[in-house]
């Protein structure tokens, strides 16, 4: 039997909602900027594509007023069949009263390319399942070993994942993100 944790989190001055989250599976990591503000699991209630969905959630009542807080989820996958392919990373995300952020990112080295919902310019902090998707290409010489795909939430509320694809793509397909300055071997100070 798996362990299930009992998370309350508050959804309004007025209302509780009480969600049973499962951990994570062991391919997935938990980072949080700040310890203790939010959990991450697996959702088995609120998904996109059966049996479940990956979720981060803020916890409200261990946050101080005014604190910026964050955390998200990533794994880690090695570079060496990806060196001079063009890739597609893509999730569907749902969130629910997020306060600022909630969002898809891959990192390695200078490859950065983000994409994700805010509250402010999407709608608002509340939205069905939204389909995030971004076409880069990592260079033949890419230095670094390993590439980071990650989600993250900023501030409060919940984001659930789902349906996440991680794949090679033709060379036809558009880049969504491009590095545009490769790094540097010395540090141009002037």
């Not at 009480?18 to 599976?25: D, N, S």
């Not at 949080?32 to 969905?53: C, F, N, V, W």
């Not at 060496?80 to 600022?100: C, M, W």
Request: aromatic share 12%; proline share 5%; net charge neutral.
């Amino acid at each position: 039997m798996k362990t299930r944790y009992i998370l309350t989190v508050a959804l309004s001055v007025s209302s509780l909602n009480c969600l049973a989250i499962e951990p994570l599976p062991d391919y997935w990591r938990q980072w949080t900027k700040e310890k203790g503000t939010h959990i991450a699991g697996l959702d088995k209630d609120t998904y996109r594509s059966k049996p479940d969905s990956l979720t981060v959630i803020n916890d409200k009542n261990s946050v101080k007023k005014g604190e910026i807080n964050r955390s998200g989820i990533c794994q880690e996958v090695k570079t060496t069949k990806y060196l001079g392919k063009r890739v597609r990373y893509s999730a569907f995300i749902k969130t629910r009263d997020i306060e600022h952020w909630a969002y898809i990112y891959a990192i390695s080295g200078n490859i950065y390319p983000f994409k994700g919902v805010n509250a402010y310019n999407d709608g608002g902090g509340t939205q069905d399942w939204t389909f995030l998707d971004m076409v880069f290409d990592i260079p033949q010489k890419h230095k670094e070993n390993t590439i980071s795909l990650c989600f993250s939430l900023w501030q409060g509320g919940q984001m659930w994942i789902d349906d996440i694809k991680w794949e090679i793509v033709d060379d036809d397909t558009p880049v969504t993100y491009e590095v545009t300055r490769p790094p540097l071997d010395e540090p141009i100070l002037k």
